[in-house]
């Protein structure tokens, strides 16, 4: 029986000892249980703070995000235009290239032609320059022919003289006549051909001599010639506008008393030329003629 009552006893005190070490995890476990709680909110807070944070900053990057799409969209805009203008560009420069080459397939086209018509047209100056020499020397010598027949023709022209010289005496009566006492009038006509080159007005002179070179006396006035500065008497005298063509002249001396039989002569003159001259026999008189 006693053993009973300690066994009891054993067993109070076990469920008594059970009892307190159930209270003192109880009382372990609340206190856990308060304090896991609470560290659950600072974990939740933590946890909110955290998700608050990260849902700023997945709003941020989403704004980012967004910008950096809509930057890429621009950039590749910008890209395609860029695209364009180098597409342009190469384009712009493919034909550049071409035309250049192009030209300068034309420049060579044109240096080529360009020498060769230089090269021809050296060949035509030397050419040319052969035969401008060659025109030279012959000019040369056609002056120097030109020089020799203009001093062919002033020789030709100072001996040619005029022709056609005829001189009559005249009575008073006007009939031809040969005896010198009857002389009244003298005329000498001739022709001045167009060879002899007269031109514009010039006095012609005739001046009259006889066999010895007297001249007939009275003269009108005497001259000197330019041509000889040779003084000589002039007994008649015209003036003639000379054109270059062939010209009749007469001339009259009236002043004859002074005509004695014998051979004379009537010279021809201008101022700067001789024309030429013509002679006349004049005979005496005799009761039968």
């Known amino acids: ?80 235009e860029l695209n364009g203008l180098l597409t342009q560009v190469n384009n712009d420069l493919w034909e550049l290239r071409t035309r250049k080459a192009t030209d300068a397939k034309n420049l060579e086209l044109m240096r080529s032609s360009s020498e060769s018509r230089l090269s021809d047209l050296n060949s035509r100056a030397d050419l040319l320059t052969d035969k401008n020499t060659s025109l030279a020397r012959q000019n040369t010598q056609l002056n120097q022919n030109v020089d020799v027949l203009r001093d062919s023709l002033q020789q030709i022209t100072s001996e040619l003289t005029a022709d056609g010289f005829r001189m009559i005496a005249l009575k008073s009566n006007n009939k031809e006549t040969a005896k010198a006492k009857k002389v009244a009038v003298l005329t000498v006509s001739f022709e001045v051909p167009a060879g002899l080159g007269l031109s514009g007005r010039k006095e012609v002179y005739l001046s009259l001599t006889d066999a010895q070179g007297s001249p007939l006396k009275p003269s009108l006035r005497t001259i000197t010639l330019l041509s000889s500065e040779e003084e000589i008497p002039v007994h008649a005298v015209k003036s003639i506008d000379f054109n270059g063509q062939k010209e009749s002249v007469t001339l009259t001396v009236y002043d004859t008393d002074t005509i004695k039989p014998g051979m004379y002569k009537a010279a021809i003159y201008t101022e700067d030329k001789y024309l030429g001259s013509v002679e006349v026999q004049f005979r005496d008189s005799f009761w039968f003629f």
Do not use: H, P
């Open 1 to 80: 029986m006693e053993v009973t009552k300690a066994k009891l006893k054993i067993l109070t005190g076990v469920i008594a000892a059970l009892l307190l070490v159930s209270i003192a995890g109880n009382i372990y476990y609340w206190d856990k249980s308060r304090d896991l709680s609470s560290e659950k909110e600072r974990v939740e807070q933590k946890a909110n703070a955290l998700l608050q944070g990260q849902s700023r900053d997945l709003n941020e990057l989403r704004k980012q995000v967004e910008k950096s799409s809509e930057e890429k969209n621009a950039l590749t805009l910008k890209a395609k």
